[in-house]
């Protein structure tokens, strides 16, 4: 009897065992699984900070910008891990070169320096000269994204959207700048394009199809022929000559062209959050709110809701209920505009300084 019991409970131990080790097996496979989908799925969305040129477009008229940049989504780590690169016109002699070198690629098009057609659209056509050369020693890339230096780019989110898009297809995606389309001279036929100052995405695709018409020596002529600015124009190319739409996604690109009472003075928390690209206006807000809209997302980011939403209904009620803060105001951060402020005030003292000799005159008179 004593042996039946021993024998009884080897087998029960056994079978325990056996069935232990089968869930443990079956257990490990399924997290195994678990793991590399999601492993993959992480790495799909962070390595295509990889596969993404970004070109951030300035003047060293403007370089002061560059300060609120660094200060806000342009961090160290940005820097360090994604392929970005400053387009200016030149380095010169006023040019802050402490704040240039924390930009790892600085690219010089020694264009001309107004903000004229021909100073844009030859800037322009430097920026997919610079692509075409960067897909030669790097194959992997897949986006071309550019961006004004008055704009914050929420990456995140970027990088997120722009993972679920195949970019062997061709991609126009942006904000649609005029509602209607723009009419094509010498013919009933419109078209849209996508604002510069919200910012622009290029799918490899649709980069490959432009090739022919964005040369250097072609575009910027083309583009005065035309009478059209470089984003105007490059709408045209693509939806008109290469028939290929817009993909507007207007509720996540934003431009400093959006009339403030129905833009940022009514954006909530999340539409900050879920934003891909705001624009800035020295007429509305200053480029100072840029390193404030990045740390408000950063506390969303901490799970800091609450706090943020707080702050940011309190910062932008309080712009809305002081409107006299921007009467009178000019972009600082450009010397170029400073220039012509001061031109503008001489001028009105000189109008001003007729008028009254006129008016003394007049009296004398009568």
Same mark, same amino acid.
């Given at each position: 009897?004593?042996?039946?019991?021993?024998?009884?409970?080897?087998?029960?131990?056994?079978?325990?065992?056996?069935?232990?080790?089968?869930?443990?097996?079956?257990?490990?496979?399924?997290?195994?699984?678990?793991?590399?989908?999601?492993?993959?799925?992480?790495?799909?969305?962070?390595?295509?900070?990889?596969?993404?040129?970004?070109?951030?477009?300035?003047?060293?008229?403007?370089?002061? +910008?560059?300060?609120?940049? #660094?200060?806000?989504?342009?961090? +160290?780590?940005?820097?360090?891990?994604?392929?970005?690169?400053?387009?200016?016109? +030149?380095?010169?002699?006023?040019?802050?070169?402490?704040?240039?070198?924390?930009?790892?690629?600085?690219?010089?098009?020694?264009?001309?320096?107004?903000?004229?057609?021909?100073?844009?659209?030859?800037?322009?056509?430097?920026?997919?000269?610079?692509?075409?050369? #960067?897909?030669?020693?790097?194959?992997? #890339?897949?986006?071309?994204?550019?961006?004004?230096?008055?704009?914050?780019?929420?990456?995140?989110?970027?990088?997120?959207?722009?993972?679920?898009?195949?970019?062997?297809?061709?991609?126009?995606?942006?904000?649609?700048?005029?509602?209607?389309?723009?009419?094509?001279?010498?013919?009933?036929?419109?078209?849209?394009?996508?604002?510069?100052?919200?910012?622009?995405?290029?799918?490899?695709?649709?980069?490959?199809?432009?090739?022919?018409?964005?040369?250097? *020596?072609?575009?910027?002529?083309?583009?005065?022929?035309?009478?059209?600015?470089?984003?105007?124009?490059?709408?045209?190319?693509?939806?008109?000559? #290469?028939?290929?739409?817009?993909?507007?996604?207007?509720? +996540?690109?934003?431009?400093?062209?959006? *009339?403030?009472?129905?833009?940022?003075?009514?954006?909530?928390?999340?539409?900050?959050?879920?934003?891909?690209?705001?624009?800035?206006?020295?007429?509305?807000? *200053?480029?100072?709110?840029?390193?404030?809209?990045?740390?408000?997302?950063?506390?969303?980011?901490?799970?800091?809701?609450?706090?943020?939403?707080?702050?940011?209904?309190?910062?932008?009620?309080?712009?809305?209920?002081?409107?006299?803060?921007?009467?009178?105001?000019?972009?600082?951060?450009?010397?170029?505009?400073?220039?012509?402020?001061?031109?503008?005030?001489?001028?009105?003292?000189?109008?001003?300084?007729?008028?009254?000799?006129?008016?003394?005159?007049?009296?004398?008179?009568?």
């Amino acid at each position: 009897m004593q042996r039946y019991t021993r024998r009884y409970t080897l087998y029960f131990r056994l079978v325990i065992f056996l069935f232990l080790s089968i869930n443990f097996c079956l257990l490990l496979f399924f997290t195994t699984n678990q793991n590399r989908n999601s492993h993959f799925s992480f790495n799909k969305t962070t390595n295509i900070a990889n596969r993404i040129v970004l070109f951030v477009r300035t003047s060293h008229n403007c370089q002061s +910008r560059l300060n609120y940049l #660094l200060q806000s989504w342009i961090s +160290r780590n940005v820097l360090k891990k994604s392929n970005l690169y400053l387009i200016t016109d +030149r380095i010169s002699t006023i040019t802050n070169l402490t704040l240039l070198n924390s930009f790892h690629n600085v690219i010089q098009t020694h264009c001309p320096e107004t903000h004229n057609r021909i100073d844009l659209c030859c800037k322009t056509a430097y920026e997919f000269q610079l692509f075409y050369s #960067l897909n030669k020693i790097k194959s992997n #890339l897949e986006w071309l994204c550019r961006f004004d230096d008055d704009q914050y780019v929420n990456l995140n989110n970027l990088y997120k959207y722009l993972s679920q898009i195949n970019a062997s297809k061709p991609y126009y995606i942006g904000r649609t700048s005029i509602n209607g389309g723009l009419k094509i001279s010498n013919s009933n036929r419109t078209y849209s394009f996508a604002t510069y100052g919200a910012g622009v995405c290029f799918s490899h695709a649709l980069l490959k199809q432009l090739r022919p018409h964005v040369n250097i *020596k072609i575009l910027p002529r083309n583009c005065i022929k035309r009478g059209l600015s470089d984003d105007a124009y490059i709408g045209y190319l693509i939806e008109f000559i #290469l028939n290929v739409s817009l993909t507007a996604i207007n509720d +996540r690109f934003h431009s400093h062209l959006e *009339k403030l009472d129905k833009s940022f003075r009514n954006y909530s928390l999340d539409d900050l959050f879920h934003g891909i690209t705001f624009g800035f206006s020295w007429d509305r807000y *200053k480029l100072d709110w840029l390193p404030i809209i990045h740390q408000l997302i950063n506390l969303i980011n901490q799970n800091q809701y609450e706090t943020a939403n707080h702050l940011w209904l309190f910062l932008r009620n309080y712009e809305k209920e002081h409107p006299e803060n921007l009467k009178d105001k000019y972009d600082e951060s450009c010397i170029s505009y400073q220039r012509l402020r001061n031109q503008s005030i001489e001028l009105q003292m000189r109008k001003n300084k007729k008028i009254i000799q006129h008016s003394k005159k007049h009296i004398r008179r009568s």
